[in-house]
Each structure stands twice: as C-alpha cells, then as structure tokens.
C-alpha cells in the first residue's frame, strides 16, 4: 500500500490546526492514561493500524500494562481491569465513533458526567472528535505504521 497525499506538507495550516487541538489536550486535567484508552480503542473501532500502533507505543512508556491494551477492545468482558471511570470514558469513545449506530444514549452521557464537571466532560469529547480526525486522515492517506 503506497502513502497518498502528505496532508502537513500539502495543507500546513489545516494540518497545524488539528494539531492544535492536540497541543490543546496536552494542557488539560484529562489523564494521559485516559487519552491513551481514548486513542486506543477509537482507532480499534476505526482500524487505523499507524494510530493503534502510535498509541499502544505512547500508553506503554506511560506505564499502561500489557494486559490492559491487549483487552482493549474486549473491556466490557475484562471486569475490573478497568475502572468504572474508564468504563464511562470508553463507552463514550465508542458511542462517538460510532456515531451512526443511534449516536451518543443518554445512559452513556450520564454516567460519563457522573466523573467529570462540564469541562472535563467536553474535553473527554474533545479528545474523541480529535483521535476519529486523525484516525480518518490516517486511514484516507493510507499512512502505514512506522
């Protein structure tokens, strides 16, 4: 599979601006573990192998275990190895990603906001929309893990 167009030399400032958000995320109280779920399992839902394989890389050197990512895309059957908050955070991630399967229900709203005040919530979102752009631009550029 041949890369297609490169997206940060064609269109820098377009490029720039999705960074930005990630420059953004960088800055809030979200949790980098909590980001890298995030990231993780959007990009599973999506199949975006250079973003599951960024990921995985960034969640270990933070420390995630081995079992945690490898039962990602399992995690409602995983039990406790994740956290009610996590559990929250990746249903939301899903429902998001999957927008076109009824959106995002308000079962999985409320408890997402049940961890979160308003703007920790909009940035857990903030953080979804962000990973399902790259992932799209990834995917579209046929952009291959390094």
Not at 54 to 81: C, F, P, S, V
């Amino acid at each position: 599979m041949e890369t297609r167009i490169n997206i940060a030399e064609i269109e820098p400032a377009a490029y720039k601006a999705l960074l930005g958000l990630e420059n953004y995320l960088a800055g809030t109280a979200i949790s980098k573990t909590l980001k890298e779920l995030i990231k993780i399992r959007a990009s599973q839902i999506n199949g975006c192998a250079f973003c599951i394989n960024m990921h995985t890389k960034d969640a270990r050197k933070q420390g995630e275990t081995e079992q945690r990512i490898y039962l990602l895309n399992a995690w409602r059957e995983a039990g406790a190895l994740y956290t009610e908050e996590e559990r929250a955070v990746l249903a939301l991630t899903e429902e998001m990603t999957l927008i076109t399967n009824g959106g995002v229900s308000d079962a999985t709203y409320q408890k997402a906001r049940s961890f979160f005040d308003e703007h920790q919530l909009a940035q857990v979102m903030i953080a979804i929309i962000t990973i399902n752009g790259w992932n799209r631009m990834a995917i579209t550029t046929q952009l291959a893990p390094q």
